[in-house]
């Protein structure tokens, strides 16, 4: 008996009772379609990372001061003489006042503020839509001036310019003086299109906001990254006599540490999909244990005229296998198909399709097959012909 009659002969017995292949089925179908999306989900999340990473820059340094009291603080004139070091190119020190009541005209709505410098315009790779940004003058005479996101300028002026607007912040008034184009979130998941930028003197006075908490460097190009967050680990470990009350990240640490969050929460779900995938297998077995109790008077027949064990054992293996393969095929269309739908459902979610995990999704699926598929098929093929003829 050859692999095509097996086949045929396969695809003959699982299609003459449709909907209980098709039950069957189910835990395979569901275990790959759920591998196939999953999958194309994570990579989506991986490349959406990259990214990010790449429009901030990769000769890019945070600094982030993790104690308090004036053991740990840090002064802006201190901060900006590390320009003067080969190393390090520009320095963006930021102090930050979340959720600030912005009001304009009847609409008050909640955005953060952002106080810093005008470097960080282009170490953030900021663009402008409209007016400037900051200036030097600015933070020299404290000037109550403001640039405003894209999505902050949307919700408090629609279609209509800010630039030249006053807004209230927390009851101060701010000239809006730039507005910035869509930039979208970075890799620690804040974004500056709802935030509204002013100098940092002028909202560390205004608003009382303390010290400086974090600082943005960045590196004459990405070959000095390590030297310049020597330089400034140096630094800080000078200035506050400890190596322990601040923490200097890069953004390769920074991209390393998300994709390594969103590979491990996707392998954890994966192994979920993978469970579904070994129910099947249990759904598969307990079919064909049925399927041989049910043809055991034609296992005596074959038998009893000259058919050997070799065959019974391929015959009924063949048909496990078709139905996880069947499974498998449909499961691995129906991820691909929910994949390519995710985006459209949840914009900001992409996702990145592999072929090569759903083909091995569907290799996997038959392998389940041919494993739970064995021991019914081994059954059927120890009958004893006398006692398959008896069965009734």
Do not use: C
């Not at 790959?32 to 999953?38: C, E, F, G, K, Q």
């Not at 979340?98 to 282009?122: C, I, L």
């Not at 630039?163 to 869509?182: E, N, P, R, S, Y």
């Not at 909202?203 to 960045?218: A, D, M, P």
Request: proline share 3%.
């Amino acid at each position: 008996m050859n692999v095509l009659e097996l086949l045929s002969m396969a695809m003959r017995t699982v299609m003459s009772k449709p909907m209980r292949t098709l039950l069957t089925m189910l835990g395979v179908i569901i275990g790959v379609a759920s591998v196939v999306t999953l999958v194309a989900i994570g990579q989506g999340t991986t490349a959406k990372i990259e990214e990010q990473y790449e429009s901030m820059g990769t000769n890019l340094l945070i600094v982030n001061l993790l104690g308090n009291g004036r053991a740990t603080q840090l002064e802006y004139d201190k901060l900006m003489e590390l320009e003067l070091l080969p190393e390090i190119e520009s320095v963006a020190p930021t102090v930050g006042k979340n959720g600030a009541n912005v009001k304009y005209d009847r609409t008050t709505e909640t955005f953060n503020v952002t106080g810093t410098n005008d470097r960080f315009f282009s170490l953030m790779k900021l663009e402008l839509d409209a007016g400037r940004f900051l200036v030097p003058a600015d933070n020299e005479f404290r000037n109550p001036v403001a640039v405003i996101g894209s999505e902050a300028a949307e919700t408090l002026f629609g279609s209509a310019d800010p630039v030249g607007q006053d807004v209230h912040i927390d009851g101060v008034v701010f000239t809006i003086v730039g507005k910035l184009k869509a930039k979208g979130s970075n890799i620690g998941g804040t974004s500056v299109d709802n935030t509204i930028v002013t100098p940092l003197e002028t909202v560390r006075r205004t608003f009382k906001l303390g010290q400086i908490r974090t600082t943005y460097v960045e590196a004459p190009d990405v070959e000095r990254l390590t030297e310049a967050q020597t330089a400034m680990t140096q630094f800080l470990t000078a200035q506050f006599k400890s190596g322990s009350g601040f923490r200097v990240t890069n953004q390769d640490e920074l991209l390393n540490a998300s994709k390594e969050a969103s590979s491990s929460l996707t392998n954890q779900l994966i192994s979920v999909a993978l469970i579904s995938l070994l129910v099947g297998g249990i759904g598969i077995m307990n079919i064909m244990l049925v399927t041989v109790s049910e043809r055991t008077r034609e296992i005596g027949i074959r038998k009893s005229i000259g058919g050997q064990r070799r065959h019974i054992l391929m015959q009924f293996l063949t048909e496990a296998t078709v139905i996880s393969g069947l499974g498998g095929l449909i499961g691995l269309l129906l991820g691909i198909a929910a994949a390519l739908g995710w985006p459209l459902l949840n914009p900001d979610q992409p996702t990145k399709l592999s072929l090569t995990f759903g083909l091995y999704a569907f290799l996997f699926s038959v392998l389940v097959g041919i494993l739970f598929g064995f021991y019914p098929a081994n059954k059927a093929s120890r009958l004893k012909p006398i006692d398959a003829l008896r069965f009734d």
